[in-house]
């Protein structure tokens, strides 16, 4: 054994004196016994299978003796496939034959005697066996139950889309899988008893094929399946027929998933479908014209990713750092992407076979395309020994001392040193090309000529007095000025030695604060005084001290002076922007684009832009997918706030964006509780993925599409499954009790605190029967609720109700009733005296004005006293005008009254004005961090108003 390895030798020894104890290994030829002993030392995935079963030793002894054998993975599992006659047979089989396989790649990868190609090769083609021969006896299984789904060219298969390294047959060793699900086409299969339809059966089929493959059992697990890159991500259907799919991709496929369907195979490609698909698929990856933009949208992507590095933390990545394994593939797929179209031999998915072309091509130099495929090698065999170790996914380089011995050893490095010099060299050379031919850094040829920053520099460099550092912006400011900078300057300089800052922050401060005081200084603002700058001051060195230890955004603030500019500019204008910001430091990251930033999500794309978040997270990382759902939207935030207060959005649209963004937030909750809840205890008869039987209803601001930065959500669970039936899995609950417990989960995703603060928060208490009523309610109960035992302002706010998320069946039967309920006679004293009381006891337990200041939103003539107006207005006359209960926001519900003559066009118009007027100026004051309250006199028209239509309205109650 090489002695250079103490740690790897003493983990061989122990392994091997258990092996030994249990098996026969030493009646073996030394050569064998040399190499399962090496084999011990470097995997715990290797040791701990042998040591649970010595029976596993034979076969591997057996790969090691001839390790340039042909694999007939096909054949062998077949054989094994044939005894198989039930499900749980079945996923006891695959799962011991895949271990087994992979047993034998590890053993001839950890001792060098297979080259990465041919271990990637292995890898993909075992993933391919055991995918398709999971398939193949599931779909014979269901043709003998339910009959065979028939087409124009015979029997429909199920296709498989393999994507990423899958489908490029370049798979890692422990890898999860990217599949996505289609079939032929509609129709029904007639087997003489109950017809099924097609979508039905491959929809079953799918299920139970994405169980065999990822569920864990005694035996362990195939692969992790992830479907979330099948057309609109979980929310979508599990399976498409093929018109489907061509229409999604031809109407709504976004430019990532033309990326990732580059990489795209289809593994069971025997019928004649297969080509039919890929047809289908052909026009949408590629362009018959040369396009340049996939640059950009790489570009774009690989920037996303480098935000994704920073925020998690993943330092030592070699797939998602500097220089690692992606950005190799953004150079061939930015290749492929810009001109497959008109070269047919760039229109496959392995990058390898892509490297090659490109060189034939005249595409890329060959001595560039040589060192790129030794680099990409290099780091794919350093990737596959990472994860050989422990038969785990994992990118990031060894964290203990045991496992850098186990690399540098099996890469043939002297010492652990050794390797990181030979990785700094391939990441260094493949970053450099990634730049040369997409670069992910901004030029910044907008940045200000920052004038006098030696001063600056002086000020925060040099062992100063106050009035020395004034003096030396005599120059710059006025007195006052120079005499506030300089004892912000020293806050900051007592409140930064305090904390005992890293050489590194040090040297990062030295260059950023002398920079941001110079953006301070030259800020656009006329009529900044004393005491805004003394605030702006303030707000940034919170924010240089919450990063003060997370070096990695001091060092992104000083190689991005447009972001510095950004910072101080947003901090001026909002101190809410600034405490969000240093709550949550991922949000500079957002100021390197100020295209972005000021220009939000468009209101139809925040479903998709937050899937393409939720895409980066491994499905089964409850706790990453918690923290990317807060970040997104923070982030989302940000970028409408930005847009806000620079008055690229006004305030009507700001509301728009706002909810929206909930919207697409309470969708992707409500799916990832419902995984984890079918996880656990299967789903109720008669539910799906697609049809939960479960909706959503938001309430108050939420319902009026009026939400705005601070608002918590208003929300009610209803769901119409049949109370006596059970769930389908091996835990079987009763469908109430699963319904709770989804919500409960809701609940827990929204309202937990992680390191990225609170989703939302949540208020319940408009379900039927408030605190006391259940958490979810049967549809039927919702009904007979509102209608027997509802009180006038539980009517009144159902006005501002409306479905959430849910099915566009159980939406409409919800909307129904929400509109027989609102368009029920009522009488007109009973309902003027239940508004007129309701409001008056919210203005004397909320209302915050005086005789001074008034409060615009509980004030007399405020906006609860319009809210209440429209809702009375509403409740009084949708018997008769029963089209106005389609709308549930304040401006639309007064257009629907002065429509139908219930109010005159001069009350809807200074109605309107005064709550457009109140909502900006309660959006500001949430910006500033203000309470309500704004001087009466301002308003003091609007408040007029109001109280007069007010009177007149409830006058007869009074």
């Not at 001290?545 to 500019?565: D, S």
């Not at 709308?887 to 007064?894: A, G, K, T």
């Not at 457009?916 to 203000?930: A, F, I, M, V």
Request: with cysteine.
């Amino acid at each position: 054994m090489n002695t250079s390895f103490p740690l790897v030798n003493k983990t061989a020894e122990k392994n091997w004196q258990q092996l030994s104890e249990i098996s026969a290994i030493e009646q073996q030829p030394s050569a064998i016994q040399k190499k399962i002993k090496q084999l011990l030392g470097l995997s715990d995935f290797i040791s701990d299978a042998l040591l649970a079963d010595p029976l596993k030793l034979e076969p591997l002894i057996q790969t090691l003796e001839n390790p340039t054998q042909n694999f007939e993975y096909k054949q062998w599992l077949a054989e094994q496939l044939e005894k198989v006659t039930s499900e749980p047979e079945l996923l006891d089989c695959l799962r011991i034959f895949r271990k087994q396989q992979m047993m034998a790649i590890a053993g001839l990868d950890l001792l060098n005697l297979q080259s990465i190609e041919r271990s990637l090769t292995l890898t993909s083609e075992l993933a391919d066996t055991l995918i398709n021969g999971a398939y193949s006896w599931l779909y014979d299984n269901f043709c003998a139950r339910y009959g065979t789904p028939m087409g124009d060219f015979g029997p429909q298969p199920l296709l498989i889309l393999g994507m990423g390294k899958l489908g490029g047959k370049e798979l890692n060793f422990s890898s999860d899988i990217d599949l996505i699900f289609c079939y032929p086409s509609k129709g029904e299969i007639d087997n003489g008893k109950k017809s099924l339809e097609h979508q039905q059966f491959f929809s079953r089929l799918a299920q139970r094929l994405i169980h065999a493959l990822n569920h864990t059992n005694q035996q362990g697990q195939v692969f992790r399946v992830d479907m979330r890159l099948r057309p609109l991500g979980e929310s979508g259907p599990l399976v498409m027929h093929m018109a489907a799919f061509e229409d999604y991709y031809q109407e709504q496929g976004r430019e990532w998933e033309r990326y990732a369907m580059v990489k795209a195979r289809i593994l069971n490609d025997q019928s004649e479908y297969a080509q039919e698909l890929h047809d289908i698929l052909k026009p949408f990856i590629y362009r018959r014209y040369l396009d340049y933009s996939a640059i950009d949208s790489l570009r774009d992507m690989k920037s996303l990713i480098n935000q994704e590095v920073r925020r998690r933390g993943l330092t030592n990545n070699i797939k998602l750092g500097s220089g690692g394994i992606r950005e190799v593939e953004f150079i061939a797929q930015s290749f492929q992407l810009i001109k497959g179209g008109r070269e047919p031999r760039l229109q496959f998915p392995s990058l390898l076979y892509t490297l090659e072309q490109l060189t034939q091509l005249d595409l890329l130099p060959e001595k560039e395309s040589l060192q790129l495929k030794e680099s990409y090698l290099f780091l794919r065999k350093v990737e596959h020994c990472l994860q050989q170790f422990a038969d785990k996914q994992t990118q990031v380089l060894p964290e203990t001392a045991l496992d850098e011995e186990r690399l540098s050893s099996i890469m043939q490095c002297k010492d652990y040193s050794e390797l990181q010099q030979q990785l700094s060299k391939h990441c260094s050379w493949i970053n450099q090309q990634f730049q040369m031919l997409i670069g992910d850094n901004p030029s910044d040829n907008d940045d200000q000529d920052l004038t006098h920053i030696s001063a600056f520099m002086d000020a925060w460099k040099l062992d100063l007095s106050i009035q020395e550092i004034s003096d030396l912006f005599d120059q710059l400011a006025s007195p006052e000025t120079s005499q506030l900078l300089a004892q912000h300057i020293n806050e900051l300089k007592s409140q930064v030695e305090k904390k005992h800052p890293s050489p590194k922050a040090i040297v990062a401060l030295n260059t950023l604060v002398p920079q941001l005081l110079a953006n301070i200084i030259s800020l656009d603002e006329s009529n900044i005084d004393g005491s805004e700058l003394s605030v702006l001051l303030d707000r940034i060195n919170h924010i240089l001290l919450t990063v003060l230890r997370r070096t990695t955004y001091l060092q992104l603030l000083v190689e991005n002076q447009g972001a510095q500019h950004q910072l101080v500019r947003l901090c001026y204008a909002s101190p809410w922007i600034a405490e969000q910001i240093a709550k949550y430091p991922i949000l500079l990251d957002e100021l390197l684009n100020p295209a972005l930033l000021y220009h939000p999500t468009e209101l139809h794309e925040y479903p998709d832009e937050l899937r393409q978040s939720l895409l980066r997270v491994e499905p089964d990382d409850l706790e990453l997918q918690m923290e990317t759902l807060r970040q997104f939207k923070q982030i989302q935030q940000l970028k409408i706030a930005a847009a806000d207060v620079t008055g690229v959005l006004p305030i009507m649209k700001v509301s728009d964006h706002l909810t929206y963004l909930a919207e697409a937030i309470i969708s992707e909750v409500v799916n990832m509780a419902w995984e984890q809840m079918k996880e656990k205890y299967g789903v109720p008869e008669g539910s799906s993925e697609q049809d939960k039987k479960f909706a959503v209803i938001g309430y108050g601001k939420l319902g009026g599409i009026e939400l705005g930065y601070g608002s918590d959500l208003d929300l009610v669970f209803v769901h119409e499954c049949d109370s006596q039936t059970v769930t389908d899995g091996t835990k079987s609950i009763e469908a109430n009790q699963f319904y709770t417990k989804l919500a409960q989960r809701i609940m827990h995703l929204f309202m937990t605190k992680t390191p990225s603060g609170q989703l939302y928060d949540i208020d319940m208490r408009l379900r039927p029967s408030g605190n006391a009523g259940l958490l979810v309610c049967h549809i039927n109960g919702f009904e007979q609720y509102q209608s027997q035992e509802a009180w006038t302002w539980e009517h009144q706010a159902l006005v501002r109700a409306r479905v959430v998320n849910g099915t566009v069946e159980f939406t409409q039967r919800i909307e129904a009733i929400r509109r027989d309920i609102l368009c029920r006679p009522r009488d007109n004293q009973t309902l003027q005296q239940d508004v007129a009381k309701m409001r008056q006891k919210m203005r004397d337990h909320l209302n915050k004005g005086n005789e001074d200041w008034l409060d615009v939103k509980q004030d007399a003539g405020a906006m609860a006293d319009i809210e209440f107006l429209v809702q009375f207005w509403v409740l009084k006359n949708a018997q008769h005008f029963p089209k106005m209960v389609d709308w549930s926001d304040n401006i639309r519900l007064l257009e629907q009254l002065c429509q139908a003559d219930c109010i005159s066009a001069e009350c809807k118009t200074q109605l309107e004005e005064a709550y457009l007027d109140y909502r900006n100026r309660s959006h500001r004051l949430t910006l500033l961090e203000k309470d309500n309250l704004v001087d009466k006199s301002q308003y003091s028209e609007h408040q007029k108003n109001v109280k007069q239509i007010w009177d007149a309205t409830f006058e007869t109650s009074n």
